[in-house]
């Protein structure tokens, strides 16, 4: 399964892709014009079902969307002025003309009651596959594979395949409620490896997913009493990987905490912050107790 359904919206809700569909052109108080085209792909044919979307000249606001037909057209009005433009296609997004990134986006203008033409073609893409495994290495089903903003899930042979632009990426896995780790086998996006992608061509990536443990602790304030929904933070690289609050009591779990090294950090209501002294090593299947007292 691959560029499903969740990645899309994934994809619009973390770039402002997702809006409401308009039902009749609106009223705009400067003016309106036209924005069309045709959305094909890298061979030129077309692309039925995309979503487009159109923002102001500086893309700090969005206007409207609309969706390619059979023959990959689409039309919208959209306030008069400066504009920039997305296509995405099932998860795979990106701004005229052929830009992955928001801010290289080009700038294009329609004047009230004009006609704009944007057509725009896809950018060629390639694949990523490969099987995933468990930390006995059986065949992990289930699993999420994340490479940006395209999603998919293992099946139950934990094999899978994504379709991705081609270029450079750093794929993620994540089994199903566990926590999100980088190829190879890295905690933090800063250990990731980074793997090409040539168009038309398919770049193997198989993974073994880390194995898990437990921390658990009790955490008091100075004079000794519980520190009471106080939250305490596992740090790689610098990096948040995982977290959880005190109870009443002051005691916490972290519970599914990759294999490795940690820093771990208190943190009170208030702000303030100290570090444990010491690196904390998690193993396997098992228990570690990082008890903490605040200065």
Not at 56 to 83: I, K, L, M, R
Not at 98 to 113: C, L, P
Not at 198 to 211: F, I, M, S, Y
Request: aromatic residues 8%; charged residues 15%.
């Amino acid at each position: 399964m691959t560029n499903s359904l969740l990645g899309r919206l994934c994809l619009a809700a973390a770039t402002g892709l997702l809006a409401t569909t308009a039902l009749a052109a609106p009223a705009f108080a400067a003016g309106a014009g036209t924005v069309q085209g045709v959305f094909t792909t890298a061979a030129g044919a077309p692309i039925d079902g995309a979503m487009i979307s159109i923002w102001n000249g500086d893309g700090s606001d969005h206007y409207q969307h609309a969706w390619t037909d059979a023959a990959g057209h689409y039309e919208t009005t959209v306030p008069a002025g400066d504009f920039i433009i997305a296509f995405d296609n099932d998860g795979l997004a990106q701004w005229s003309p052929g830009r992955v990134d928001k801010a290289a986006a080009q700038v294009y203008t329609v004047a009230d009651g004009a006609t704009r033409i944007v057509d725009e073609q896809q950018l060629p893409l390639g694949t990523i596959s490969g099987v995933v495994t468990d930390p006995a290495g059986a065949p992990a089903s289930g699993a999420h594979v994340r490479s940006g903003a395209v999603y998919g899930s293992t099946g139950s042979d934990g094999s899978y395949a994504l379709t991705v632009f081609a270029g450079a990426h750093q794929v993620s896995f994540q089994a199903s409620g566990g926590s999100e780790q980088w190829a190879p086998r890295a905690i933090t996006p800063a250990r990731a490896g980074t793997y090409t992608v040539v168009a038309g061509g398919n770049t193997r990536l198989d993974e073994q997913l880390l194995g898990t443990g437990t921390v658990v602790g009790h955490v008091t304030r100075a004079d000794g009493t519980p520190l009471s929904w106080g939250e305490v933070v596992l740090y790689q690289d610098g990096t948040v990987v995982r977290q959880a609050d005190t109870n009443d009591d002051g005691d916490y779990v972290i519970n599914s905490v990759f294999a490795g090294d940690y820093t771990v950090a208190i943190s009170t209501r208030d702000g303030a912050r100290q570090f444990v002294p010491g690196i904390w090593t998690v193993v396997t299947d098992q228990t570690l107790t990082v008890d903490g007292a605040l200065a």
